[in-house]
């Protein structure tokens, strides 16, 4: 138990600690404050896009600043910052360790995430999240940009932080009677993800410095008029991002597998292959990133090569599913809100899994990329699988948190305004692709099918919308009045819950 | 537990081949698209911000509005001026960047029967007005 609310701790003992439960908790407060303003800008942009011409947002230019600034917010300010938020809770619990193993630099690594937030929020960037040149560094308005530059600098470098401290922690702090081949799939997710935010994240760090002097004029990387070429910014920034939505991903996954077990009450399948499929996929992770660049006019020969690379990622995803699924079997699931949004995310997988692999089926792409089908594809991995998950885990995670329980009744309608929300949002995003729809509009082409098809996506988005809503407030209301939860088995599930320690003293 | 394990070898061995098949199927479809035939027209295409120009073979030159012949190859030679804009035909799945710097070639057969209007669209985010970034594609008998 940690923020003691029936013995309040002063906040400043909270802000100012490097425990790393307080840390943890600072982190996933700060992720689900972004998540709730995040899908405030969500819910702006679907109204808008209830019809055609102006509906509540007067012009182009503010929409591509909410846009930019909704897809940076989900990214780098909910899901990264619930990962370390939940890791810094577990794995020195699950590896047996006092802390984790730089104390400082966990708080560090936090507090430079919230310059890097406010960057984002003050500046107001209309670069979209990927912040393409020539247009980011001739076009785009100042400061707006050149603080979404820095905002990413900073959350970056704050990765890194947390990276190396959680690897550290992993392999030199587990304890000395815990091999690493017994240790929760929950630490193997963060190990690898961490070992990926290592190799991956350097590139786009050069690649921000050289945005920026291009934009100051002093380089010309980026610029053909110098010599540069815009689309070598695009291979930095995805060698980067490709592995980078394995790190969003990974760690949805190890929950999956710790909790997965304990609502079928049975073992896992296999533990090895598990471990086999992450580490696999930490590796063939990093030959694919140019499927983001189809339509660039790469050569056949650099096409087939990233196509191979991408599929060769994809029976790691499914050895996952196969592995949840076959545990599942036979088991005696109890349908509690975390296992009701694993099941789900895991249901809705599979679209995601399957759209990706069209969208990497050379000829098809030219149908899908940029276009909104795209937009129902990520959403549908990070909105569908690896947001449910997330909020599942914190269910889960509740009892741990706060000592009481939550409504189970109230996480019911929660899943299922999310659940049926999502459904019909990125299923009606991938259709209206079809239908032509480039993503990043203000206003479309006034068809009957592709107004209604948006005006599903916008009914859709106000469900999850109030699903939210029963989120957040049964969030605020059950750490308050929640009835204390048994915590040694908070869910009924005959499993031994997170050992539960007091705090110990600050460092 | 052990025994089972090969039910999962098993799964494994179908999503691998599906895969390759998918992965074939794919390739050779792309092969067959980057021939261009011979007997093409080529039309130079800029991308700006934020309309389409368009020069035909005899230096004649169209913006905002692209006319082409029913039954006819054609081949674009894309450009981008100032930012990337991506020159897309959904009507005919045509769809590839305009770079600056960089000349993008994609060809399209204009079917006998397809006489009428259609839309160009921008695809890749270039600002303001990208959600605008539209031209008129007329082909003609
Ligand atoms: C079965 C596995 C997957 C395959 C085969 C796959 C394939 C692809 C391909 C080819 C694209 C480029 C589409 C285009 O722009 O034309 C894409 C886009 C994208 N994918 Fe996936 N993907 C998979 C899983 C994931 C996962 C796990 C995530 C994140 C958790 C993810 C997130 C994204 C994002 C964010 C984009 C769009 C980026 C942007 O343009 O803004 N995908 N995917
Ligand atoms: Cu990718
Ligand atoms: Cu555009």
Known sequence: ????????????????????????????????????????????????????????????????????????????????????????????????????????????????????????????????????????????????????IFGLKILGLSSILGAINFIVTILKCKHPDLPMMKTSLFVWSILVTSMMTLAALPTFTAALIMLYTDRLGVSGFFDPARGGDPIAYQHLFWFTFHPEVYIFLLPAVGMAYELIPKFSRKPIFSYGSGVIAFVLLSIIGFASWAHHMLATGLTFTEKTVFMIGTLAAVPMS?????????????????????????????????TSGAGGVVNTTLPLDFITHDTYWVVGHFHMMLMGTVSFIFMGFLYYMFPLITGRMYSERLANVHFWFAFIGTALVFTAMHIVGLYGMPRRVWDYVPDPTIIALNQIATIGAYLIGI????????????????????????????????????????? | MGSHVIYEWIYVGAVVSLLIWVGAEAWYGEKLLHEVPKDHITIKVTGQQWFWTFEHPDGKREVGTLHLKAGKVYKFEITGKDVIHAFNIPHFAVMIDAVPGRINTIWVKIPEDAVGEYLIQCREYCGLLHYNMRANLIVEA
């Open chain 1, 1 to 148: 138990m940690v923020i003691e609310i029936a013995k309040p701790r002063p906040l400043w003992q909270i802000l100012f600690s490097t425990h790393h439960t307080d840390v943890a908790l600072l982190y996933l407060i700060t992720s689900i404050v972004f998540l709730m303003l995040g899908g405030a800008l969500a819910l702006t942009i679907r109204t808008e896009l209830l019809t055609p011409g102006t509906t509540i947002i007067g012009d182009a230019d503010l929409f591509n600043r909410i846009f930019t600034v909704h897809g940076t917010t989900m990214l780098f300010l909910w899901v990264l910052p619930f990962i370390s938020g939940v890791g810094n809770y577990l794995v020195p619990i699950l590896v047996k360790y006092k802390d984790m193993a730089y104390p400082r630099l966990n708080a560090v690594a936090y507090w430079m995430a919230v310059p890097g937030a406010a960057l984002i929020w003050l500046g107001w960037s209309d670069t979209t999240w990927m912040a393409y040149p020539p247009y980011s560094t001739m076009r785009a308005a100042g400061p707006a940009a050149d603080m979404w």
């Open chain 1, 318 to 350: 499914a050895m996952h599913v196969f592995n949840w699924m076959a545990t599942m079997w036979g088991g005696r699931i109890k349908f509690a809100a975390p296992m009701k949004f694993v099941i789900g995310g895991i249901m809705l997988f599979f």
């Open chain 1, 467 to 507: 699903g939210m809503a029963v989120f957040i407030a049964l969030l605020i209301r059950d750490s308050v009045k929640g009835k204390p939860a048994d915590m040694r088995d908070p869910f009924g599930i005959g499993e031994i819950y997170y050992d539960y320690r007091r705090r110990e003293p600050h460092h």
